[in-house]
């Protein structure tokens, strides 16, 4: 599905999240990857995984960081001439804003965690753009807390609903060059990033519960959807959000 693709891949910490499992999906269905670690501590988690794919491109990549970006896509540039897709799952909200309520959180939080957590994804895309010169594939993660209020999810929720609104707009304007944009939006799922949410394992266990398919959500089954999305069999799918929840989005 995924033959003689190449690809980008930011947000992979460690074995756990959910940007690794979407690059074995892709890996096994045969596409080339270029990962990514947040820092030198970040590194030695990262480093393994992205040896075991073989990435041709493994660098260091703070969203924060332009020149890094710079740094990044250049070398993509040089290594393969081209993109055919990019997978973004990177979020931050710091923690004092996180943990308290949406209604006290400060402006300083909640511009880290929409420019981290959302506008890397434009910025990215934007990086992209030039180098998919066959069309290509966007996707980023979102979570249920944009649509409905997630006790615990706070300020992430209003930044999540801000960055599936950007894919809407992003698929919209980069349709014409044959690029697709979309997100998916899967059910809770124990990560790094996840462990920073208050009553964390409630969440899961509710999911689990009330979902139809009563299945916990796996960075495998998250990976499966990924691949597809990235892969041309998707190629009229663009500007959504789909869930990948066992069903629990569609109860009442
Ligand atoms: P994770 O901790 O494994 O991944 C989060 C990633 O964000 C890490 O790799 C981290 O390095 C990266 N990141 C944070 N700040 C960054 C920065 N400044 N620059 C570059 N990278 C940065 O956790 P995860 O759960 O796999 O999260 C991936 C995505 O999936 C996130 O967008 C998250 O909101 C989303 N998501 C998670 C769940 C869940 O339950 N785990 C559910 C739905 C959506």
Not at 13 to 36: D, P
Not at 65 to 93: M, S, T
Not at 160 to 171: D, I, Q
């Amino acid at each position: 599905m995924m033959q003689g693709k190449k690809g980008l891949i930011v947000g992979v910490a460690n074995e756990h999240s959910i940007a690794w499992g979407c690059a074995q999906a892709v890996h096994q269905a045969g596409g080339e990857l270029a990962l990514t670690y947040l820092n030198e501590k970040a590194r030695p988690y990262v480093e393994p995984l992205a040896t075991s794919i073989h990435a041709p491109v493994f660098m260091p990549l703070d969203v924060t960081n332009p020149a890094q970006a710079e740094a990044l896509f250049a070398e993509i540039k040089q290594c393969w001439g081209r993109l055919d897709f990019l997978l973004h799952a990177v979020a931050f909200a710091p923690k004092a804003d996180l943990h308290g309520r949406f209604t006290d959180s400060s402006g300083e939080g909640f511009s880290t965690a929409m420019d981290i957590s959302c506008h890397s994804l434009v910025r990215l895309a934007k990086a992209a753009e030039p180098l998919m010169t066959e069309g290509g594939s966007i996707l980023t993660m979102s979570y249920y807390g944009s649509e409905k209020v997630v006790p615990g999810y706070g300020m992430m929720g209003p930044v999540k609903a801000a960055l599936e609104a950007s894919v809407r707009y992003l698929a919209a304007e980069l349709a014409p060059r044959g690029i697709r944009v979309n997100a998916l939006s899967p059910g809770p799922i124990k990560t790094r990033a996840a462990s920073g949410l208050a009553h964390f394992d409630a969440l899961v266990q509710k999911a689990t519960d009330e979902a139809p398919l009563h299945q916990v959500t796996t960075i495998e089954e998250v990976g499966n959807a990924a691949a597809f999305l990235l892969s041309n069999n998707a190629r009229h799918v663009l500007g959504q959000v789909i869930y990948v929840d066992g069903g629990y989005n569609i109860m009442g």
